[in-house]
C-alpha cells in the first residue's frame, strides 16, 4: 500500500542564546492511510517537536518530509491538531465550538453545518449543543474538540497526549470513545502518549523515540488476538502483558 506520509532522514534543532539544542535526529518511517501510530519516548525527547514538523509548524533542518495522495502523486493534506487540553472557548456554546474551524476558514456552508449535525448526533453530543464547555464531562470535551477538528475533514489526525488531563477512568473510556471515531472516520492518526498501555491498545503501530535528540529506536507493530480491537478490549489480549514488557525494556533500556 502507498504510504500517506513519508519522513526521510528528518532533523531539527532549536537555537537558543544558550546554544543549539538537537531535538531530532535523523528519523524516518512511513505511515499508511488509516493506520493509527502510537509514538512514545522518554520526556523531552522530541515528540512534540516531531509532530510540529509533521503539522508544518516546523520547518526541518536536515530531510524531507512527503504526503501522498492514493494515487501516489504528493500533495499537501489537511492536518488536523488535538493537544491535552481541549481548548474549548467557554463564552461559546458546544455547537458554536465545533463551528468555529469551519467559521475561520470561511467554510460555514450548508453541507457542512449539516455534517457538524450530523456528528454531533452520531457520537451523542446533540442534545447538549447549546450548553456551555463547562457543564460537560471532560471525556465529553475530548469529544467535542475532536468534532471540531474532524468537521474541516481533516486527513491525518495529530494528537499530543491527548488524555492526559483526564482522570483515570474517565481516560479508559474516553480513549475507546476517540478511538472508535478515528476508526469509523477512516482518519490516518499519529499519537504522542507517555502511557505504554494506551499506546499497544490504540496503535497498530508503536514508534519508540530514543533519548533527545530523539532518534528512532523501534518500530512495533502491534498484533493482538481480539475479533474486534478497542481500546478496552485490547488491554484483555494474552499479547498485551508482552508488548507492555518489550516497551518498558525499551525505555529503560534493559
Ligand atoms: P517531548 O514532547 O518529547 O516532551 P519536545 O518536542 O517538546 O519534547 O521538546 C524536545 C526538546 O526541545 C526539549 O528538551 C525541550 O526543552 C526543547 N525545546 C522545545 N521547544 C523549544 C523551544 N521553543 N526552544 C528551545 N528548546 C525547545
Ligand atoms: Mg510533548
Same mark, same amino acid.
Given at each position: 500500500?502507498?504510504?500517506i506520509l513519508?519522513?526521510?532522514?528528518?532533523?531539527?534543532?532549536?537555537?537558543?542564546?544558550?546554544?543549539e539544542?538537537?531535538?531530532?535526529?535523523?528519523?524516518?518511517?512511513?505511515?499508511?492511510?488509516?493506520?493509527?501510530?502510537?509514538?512514545?519516548?522518554? &520526556?523531552?525527547?522530541?515528540?512534540? *517537536?516531531?509532530?510540529s514538523?509533521?503539522?508544518?509548524l516546523?520547518?526541518p533542518?536536515?530531510?524531507?518530509?512527503?504526503?501522498y495522495?492514493?494515487?501516489?502523486?504528493?500533495?499537501?493534506?489537511?492536518?488536523?491538531?488535538? /493537544?491535552?487540553?481541549d481548548?474549548?472557548f467557554?463564552?461559546?456554546s458546544v455547537y @458554536?465550538?465545533?463551528?468555529l474551524?469551519?467559521?475561520l476558514?470561511?467554510?460555514?456552508?450548508?453541507?457542512?453545518l =449539516?455534517?457538524?449535525?450530523e456528528?454531533?448526533?452520531?457520537?451523542?453530543?446533540y442534545?447538549?449543543k447549546?450548553?456551555?464547555?463547562? +457543564?460537560? !464531562?471532560g471525556?465529553?470535551?475530548q469529544?467535542v474538540?475532536?468534532?471540531? *477538528?474532524?468537521?474541516?475533514?481533516?486527513e491525518?489526525?495529530?494528537?499530543?497526549?491527548?488524555?492526559s488531563? /483526564?482522570?483515570?477512568?474517565?481516560? /479508559?473510556s474516553?480513549?475507546?470513545?476517540?478511538? *472508535?471515531?478515528?476508526?469509523? +472516520?477512516q @482518519?490516518?492518526?499519529?499519537?504522542? *502518549?507517555?502511557?505504554?498501555?494506551?499506546a499497544?491498545s /490504540?496503535?497498530?503501530?508503536?514508534i519508540?523515540? &530514543?533519548?533527545?535528540?530523539?532518534?528512532?529506536?523501534?518500530?512495533?507493530?502491534?498484533?493482538?488476538?481480539?475479533?474486534?480491537?478497542?481500546?478496552?478490549?485490547?488491554?484483555?489480549?494474552?499479547?498485551?502483558? !508482552?508488548?507492555?514488557?518489550?516497551?518498558?525494556?525499551?525505555l529503560?533500556? =534493559?
Amino acid at each position: 500500500m502507498q504510504p500517506i506520509l513519508k519522513l526521510n532522514n528528518i532533523s531539527y534543532s532549536y537555537h537558543s542564546i544558550h546554544g543549539e539544542i538537537p531535538a531530532l535526529d535523523n528519523i524516518s518511517f512511513d505511515v499508511l492511510p488509516g493506520e493509527f501510530i502510537s509514538l512514545i519516548g522518554p &520526556s523531552g525527547c522530541g515528540k512534540s *517537536t516531531l509532530l510540529s514538523i509533521i503539522a508544518r509548524l516546523e520547518t526541518p533542518e536536515g530531510g524531507t518530509i512527503s504526503f501522498y495522495h492514493p494515487d501516489g502523486s504528493i500533495h499537501y493534506p489537511r492536518i488536523g491538531y488535538m /493537544l491535552q487540553r481541549d481548548h474549548l472557548f467557554e463564552w461559546r456554546s458546544v455547537y @458554536k465550538n465545533v463551528l468555529l474551524g469551519l467559521e475561520l476558514n470561511h467554510k460555514l456552508t450548508d453541507e457542512n453545518l =449539516e455534517k457538524a449535525d450530523e456528528m454531533l448526533r452520531k457520537y451523542e453530543l446533540y442534545q447538549f449543543k447549546d450548553k456551555k464547555p463547562s +457543564e460537560l !464531562s471532560g471525556g465529553m470535551r475530548q469529544r467535542v474538540a475532536l468534532i471540531r *477538528t474532524l468537521v474541516l475533514e481533516p486527513e491525518i489526525l495529530l494528537l499530543d497526549e491527548p488524555f492526559s488531563a /483526564l482522570d483515570y477512568q474517565t481516560r /479508559l473510556s474516553v480513549a475507546d470513545d476517540i478511538y *472508535t471515531i478515528i476508526k469509523n +472516520e477512516q @482518519k490516518t492518526a499519529l499519537m504522542v *502518549t507517555h502511557d505504554l498501555s494506551e499506546a499497544i491498545s /490504540l496503535g497498530d503501530r508503536i514508534i519508540v523515540l &530514543s533519548e533527545r535528540p530523539a532518534t528512532v529506536q523501534n518500530i512495533i507493530p502491534i498484533k493482538l488476538s481480539l475479533e474486534q480491537k478497542t481500546p478496552f478490549t485490547s488491554r484483555s489480549a494474552p499479547e498485551f502483558k !508482552s508488548y507492555f514488557n518489550m516497551l518498558w525494556k525499551e525505555l529503560h533500556h =534493559e
